[in-house]
Structures are given as structure tokens and as C-alpha cells.
């Protein structure tokens, strides 16, 4: 059974309008997307209820709105059966590790998490008639042979590689939510979600753009894993986040997932030397051995977001970064190069 984390229940904020638009359960609402996510529902007139079993997140993410009497969170695995029969009006499922260090460290829980956790929350959609959303990934598409990847893509995914805990979950997911709803009628809502990246992610999470901000600010060496060559395309959370809430209320429920991504494309080796140029770090460049199945190069095709949802990123690689640089140096105690480990 869950446990309803009281210290996040400290209060309430009067000057927060009421929670008017339904309740929304958000799992996952304690990480890096599902805190901003919260934060958003909230100040849209929500009652939230966040989800998490704080694998990876962090009850300071969600200091912003922890005296909101609209908010609660509750300390649950999505693997084990739901706490409660609550009635919601709409799911989130953010639940699940997104760093290949996290998700490869118990891969059979993060396969559990992607299936039977999406079982209990599109269970629960069911009995409450709720509209559900799933958080899918760019990693649906493996290694693509196709470039930049539109939805219609099939994907190049290894089943039994390191990675495929997770990819071949997310899949698997997928699956699940199209059945339930062609099976229940429900109203799914799957986003396939591309490298995102800003305040909030933890300075150990080991993704890129954490890795070589902390990195720089450390004044430690960048790690570039392979020669740098591989292209990711980096989305700034708030786009991510309207990408989110616009694919939820659009009026009809696109049959299929629907890419959110930022189709700006970067070598990793360029985002080193970007990182190091805005943090006017004296960090030098080393090379790390290439991850097993790491994507060469990978891109959004947003042309559904684009026009059925009239979405597409606004905050540019340069302002993102700058912004996330001053998150982490905040977090590190603004003590650049010569921040205690
Ligand atoms: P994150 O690791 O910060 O957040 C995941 C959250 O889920 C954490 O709070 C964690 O504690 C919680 N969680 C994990 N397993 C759980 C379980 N079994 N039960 C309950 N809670 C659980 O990662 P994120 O970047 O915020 O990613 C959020 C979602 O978006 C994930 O599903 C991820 O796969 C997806 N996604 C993210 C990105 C990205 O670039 N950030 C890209 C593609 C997909
Ligand atoms: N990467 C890197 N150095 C790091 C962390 C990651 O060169 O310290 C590379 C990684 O090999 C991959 C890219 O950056 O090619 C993006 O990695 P991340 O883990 O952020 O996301 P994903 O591989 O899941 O897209």
C-alpha cells in the first residue's frame, strides 16, 4: 500500500485558484518531466495527486507546490497494485527511469514498470472512465534506419541488448494502451517523447546534457562517449510540458503515438563544446567507450504536432542551456570549479 507523504502536505497556498478542471494522477510526479508537469496541472486549476516511488525523484522537486492544498503525493510503486480506488479524471504515467544508468540497473523492475504498471493505471483509466497518456520515447525507434524518424516508422530496436529493458518496455506499453483502448473504448493520449533536458534533472541522473553541465561546472573532464559523432535533438522541458497538456485536451485522440521533440539536430561533440563555451569552463574533452546500442543519430519528425496540435519548441539549445547551467550552479552551491564532492 501506498503512503500519503505528509511533509509535502504542509499547508495550504490562498492564493491558489480552485482546483475546478477535475483531478489529474500523475505518476512519476516526483521526477525531472512529472515535477514540471504537477507544477503545470496545478496552476492550470487541477487537483493533483503524484505517484512515485522515488527511485529517482526527489520530494525537492516538488517544493514549488508541496503547500498546494490542490497537491498530494503518495509514495507507491506502479508495479504493485494502486493504493486506492480513486476516481480521476485523467492519468499521467511519467512513472518510470529514463537514464540508461537508472533503467539498466534493475532492468527487470524497469520492464515491470513499463507493463505491469501501465496494466494498473490503464485499469484504473477503465473503471473511472479517465483519459490516460503515456510517456513513450524516442527510443521506440532503436537505432533508426530512417532519419529524422516520423511516427509511421516501425524502429531498429535490439530485444536483448541492455537498453532493451527499457525500449522494448516502453513497446510493449505502447501495445498495451492502443489495445486497451481499441478493446475498452478508453481515450489514450501516447506522446513519444525526444531528448529533453532543464531544471530539475539530478546532477547525477548521467544523461548528457547533466553530465557535461555538472561536468563543466566541476571544471572535471567532459566525458564524450565514442568519438561524438551521434546526433540527439535536445528539447527544453517547457515545450515539452505545453507539448504534454495540448496532445491531452486535443479534441480528438490521435490514433497513434505522436512525436514531441525538438527537430534541432546537434553531434554530441558540439554539445560539449557548447556546454564548455557557456559555462567558460576550463574542462578539457576525453573520450569514453560507446555504450553498447547507443543511436548513431536521431531526429523528430513534428509535422503531426505541428499541425494537429499547433505545437512546436520555442527555446532554442542556447537559452536552454543557459537556464539549466544556472539551475545547476544554484544546486552545486554557485561555487563554480570548486564545488565539494
Ligand atoms: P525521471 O527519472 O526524472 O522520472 C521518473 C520518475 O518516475 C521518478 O520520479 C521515479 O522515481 C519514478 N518512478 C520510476 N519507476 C517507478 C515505479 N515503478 N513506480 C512509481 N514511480 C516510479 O525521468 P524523466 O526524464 O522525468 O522521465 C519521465 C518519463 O518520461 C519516463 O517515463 C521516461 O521514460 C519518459 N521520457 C523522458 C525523456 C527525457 O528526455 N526526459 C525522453 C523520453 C521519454
Ligand atoms: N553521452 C556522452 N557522455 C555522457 C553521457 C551520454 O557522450 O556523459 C552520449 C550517449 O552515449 C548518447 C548521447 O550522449 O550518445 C545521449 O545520451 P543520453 O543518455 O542523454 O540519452 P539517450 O542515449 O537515451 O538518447
Known amino acids: 500500500m501506498g503512503r500519503v507523504i505528509k511533509v509535502l502536505k504542509l499547508g495550504?497556498?490562498?492564493?491558489?485558484?480552485?482546483?475546478?478542471?477535475?483531478?489529474?494522477?500523475?505518476?512519476?510526479g516526483a521526477g525531472f518531466l512529472g515535477s514540471h508537469l504537477c507544477q503545470r496541472l496545478v496552476s492550470d486549476g487541477y487537483e493533483v495527486i503524484?505517484?512515485?516511488?522515488?527511485?529517482?525523484?526527489?520530494?525537492?522537486?516538488?517544493?514549488?507546490?508541496?503547500?498546494?492544498?490542490?497537491?498530494?503525493?503518495?509514495?507507491?510503486?506502479?508495479?504493485?497494485?494502486?493504493?486506492?480506488?480513486?476516481?480521476?479524471?485523467?492519468?499521467?504515467n511519467l512513472a518510470c527511469p529514463a537514464s540508461p544508468p537508472h533503467y539498466q540497473a534493475d532492468p527487470i523492475h524497469t520492464f515491470k514498470t513499463s507493463v505491469l504498471g501501465s496494466i494498473n493505471l490503464l485499469e484504473l483509466a477503465r473503471r473511472h472512465n479517465a483519459k490516460i497518456f503515456q510517456a513513450s520515447t524516442s527510443e521506440v525507434y532503436g537505432d533508426p534506419l530512417v532519419h529524422p524518424q516520423p511516427e509511421g516508422y516501425f524502429g531498429n530496436v535490439n530485444t536483448h541488448g541492455p537498453r532493451s529493458c527499457y525500449d522494448e518496455g516502453k513497446r510493449s506499453?505502447?501495445?498495451?494502451?492502443?489495445?486497451?483502448?481499441?478493446?475498452?473504448?478508453?481515450?489514450?493520449?501516447?506522446?513519444?517523447?525526444?531528448?529533453?533536458?532543464?531544471?530539475r534533472m539530478q546532477p547525477d541522473d548521467g544523461r548528457v546534457v547533466s553530465n557535461f553541465i555538472?561536468?563543466?561546472?566541476?571544471?572535471?573532464?567532459?566525458?564524450?562517449?565514442?568519438?561524438?559523432?551521434?546526433?540527439?535533438?535536445?528539447?527544453?522541458?517547457n515545450d515539452l510540458i505545453?507539448?504534454?497538456?495540448?496532445?491531452?485536451?486535443?479534441?480528438?485522440?490521435?490514433?497513434?503515438?505522436?512525436?514531441?521533440?525538438?527537430?534541432?539536430?546537434?553531434?554530441?561533440?558540439?554539445?560539449?563544446?557548447?556546454?564548455?563555451?557557456?559555462?567558460?569552463?576550463?574542462?578539457?574533452?576525453?573520450?569514453?567507450?560507446?555504450?553498447?546500442d547507443d543511436p548513431r543519430q536521431r531526429k523528430p519528425d513534428i509535422s503531426f504536432a505541428r499541425q494537429h496540435l499547433g505545437w512546436e519548441p520555442k527555446v532554442a539549445l542556447s537559452e536552454g542551456l543557459a537556464n539549466t547551467t544556472a539551475y545547476f550552479d544554484a544546486l552545486l552551491g554557485g561555487r563554480r570549479f570548486v564545488v565539494p564532492r
Open 242 to 292: 505545453e507539448g504534454f497538456v495540448r496532445l491531452m485536451n486535443a479534441a480528438a485522440a490521435p490514433q497513434h503515438p505522436v512525436n514531441l521533440g525538438n527537430p534541432v539536430e546537434f553531434t554530441i561533440m558540439e554539445l560539449a563544446e557548447l556546454v564548455i563555451d557557456y559555462t567558460n569552463s576550463p574542462s578539457r574533452i576525453v573520450h569514453r567507450p560507446l555504450p553498447v
Open 173 to 199: 506499453a505502447e501495445t498495451l494502451f492502443f489495445d486497451y483502448s481499441r478493446t475498452y473504448g478508453i481515450d489514450v493520449r501516447v506522446a513519444r517523447i525526444f531528448n529533453t533536458y532543464g531544471p
Open 12 to 28: 495550504t497556498n490562498p492564493g491558489r485558484r480552485r482546483a475546478d478542471r477535475g483531478r489529474a494522477l500523475v505518476a512519476g
Open 50 to 92: 503524484a505517484l512515485d516511488n522515488f527511485h529517482t525523484g526527489k520530494k525537492y522537486n516538488l517544493a514549488a507546490i508541496a503547500r498546494d492544498a490542490s497537491f498530494t503525493c503518495i509514495k507507491h510503486d506502479i508495479v504493485d497494485e494502486l493504493p486506492a480506488d480513486f476516481a480521476v479524471d485523467e492519468i499521467y
Open 214 to 237: 555538472v561536468q563543466a561546472l566541476r571544471g572535471d573532464d567532459i566525458t564524450v562517449y565514442g568519438s561524438g559523432a551521434q546526433t540527439r535533438s535536445f528539447c527544453f522541458v
